[in-house]
Structure formats: C-alpha cells, structure tokens
C-alpha cells in the first residue's frame, strides 16, 4: 500500500505542479503583455517630460535674461530721473532767480511802454504830421526841380 500512497502522492504532485506551471505561464503572459503595452506608453511618457522640461528650462533661462534686462532698464531710469531731478535743481538754484527779474524788468519797461501810448496824444500828433508834410512841400518841389526826386 505504500506504493499506491506514493503513487497516489505523485499524482497529486504532478497535478500539483501542472497547475503551478500553468499559473507560472499565465504570470509570464501577463507581465509579457503589460512590457508590449505599458513600457512603450510610459517611454513617450519620459520622452514627452524630457521635452517639457527642456523647454520649461529654456523659458527659465529667457525669463532670467528678460528680468536681468529688465533690471537694467530699471537702473537706468533712476539714473536719468536722478539727472532729471538734478537739472531741476540747477534751474531752480541757477537760472530761475534770474528769470523771474528778467521778467519783472519786462512787466516794468511794458507798464511804462503802455503808459507811454496812453499818454500820446493823437489829435495832437496828426497836426504836428500835418504841418511837417506842409512844411515840407516847397522843399520837395525844390528838390524835384533840380533833379534831386525821382
């Protein structure tokens, strides 16, 4: 009886064994199928990020230099406000004193001037034309006689 034990032992071993390979194979086919459609997937996948950080690398660098640019920009319009201001300074300090009596001496010699017209007295001045032309008319004729008016 021992040997039908082992027999029997065996057979169920064996059985044993055909289902451990059958499920050994199904493992392999199962890993096989999911390398052909996951790695290929999961390589343009790295691929893809590869690409998208070099890129996100390049916009890093072209933002780097458009802040250094922009910086620089920054720099040079406080240099040319500080100028600004300075030039400001120097017309207030310098030149505007000077202005301002320029042009109070203007506003005094114009008040005298439009004093002056105002004081003309026109009818008076029409006259004194009028007897000058008077006056003058023998002297025109005589220059005309000569030869002297043209």
């Known amino acids: 009886m021992h040997e039908e034990e082992m027999k029997s032992m065996m057979a169920e071993s064996l ?6 390979t059958v499920i050994s194979g199904l493992i392999l086919v ?3 199928a999911v390398s ?7 390589s343009r996948a790295l691929d893809n990020l590869n690409k998208v950080t070099a890129d996100a690398s390049t916009a890093i660098d072209s933002l780097m230099g458009l802040m250094e640019s922009a910086g620089t920009t920054i720099a040079d319009a ?20 000077s202005l ?18 105002s004081a003309i007295d026109t009818e008076a001045l029409n006259e004194a034309l009028s007897n000058l032309a008077e006056a003058m008319a023998p002297l025109a004729n005589m220059a005309g006689f000569f030869g002297g008016g043209r």
Do not use: F
């Open 36 to 42: 052909i459609i996951v790695v290929p997937k999961a």
């Open 78 to 97: 406080k240099t040319t406000m500080e100028n600004v201001n300075g030039t400001i300074n120097t017309i207030d300090e310098d030149v505007l004193p």
């Open 15 to 20: 059985k044993l064994q055909k289902i451990h």
């Open 100 to 117: 301002i009596d320029r042009l109070s001496t203007l506003e005094t010699t114009l008040q005298n001037l439009d004093g002056a017209v």
């Open 30 to 32: 199962v890993l096989l």
